[in-house]
C-alpha cells in the first residue's frame, strides 16, 4: 500500500467582515452593532472589515475593567 503525506498551511485571516467579527466576539450580529466601539476599517470601496487585534483590545479593556470592579466591590466590603 502506497503513503502519501499532505502539507497544509492555514492562514489566519487578521481582518474580519462584520459577521465573522460578530461570531469571533461570541456575539450575535444584532448586538454586535450595537455594542461594539471598534471601527471598521474600508479596505476598498464596500469592503468594511474588522481588525482582529482592535477587537482583542476590545475585549481585554472590558476584561481589565470588570477586574477593577471587582476589586473596588471586594475593598468596599472591607
Not at 497544509?8 to 466576539?25: D, F, W
Not at 482582529?52 to 473596588?72: F, H, P, S, V
Request: proline letters at 5%; a negative charge.
Amino acid at each position: 500500500m502506497a503513503s502519501a503525506s499532505l502539507n497544509i498551511t492555514v492562514t489566519e485571516k487578521r481582518m474580519l467582515n462584520q459577521s465573522e467579527a460578530a461570531g469571533y466576539t461570541g456575539l450575535p450580529v444584532k448586538h454586535f452593532k450595537a455594542t461594539c466601539p471598534v471601527q471598521p476599517v474600508e479596505m476598498r470601496p464596500g469592503s468594511i472589515l474588522w481588525d482582529k487585534r482592535d477587537l482583542d483590545q476590545w475585549i481585554d479593556a472590558m476584561k481589565e475593567g470588570a477586574e477593577m470592579a471587582t476589586q473596588d466591590a471586594i475593598l468596599g466590603k472591607l
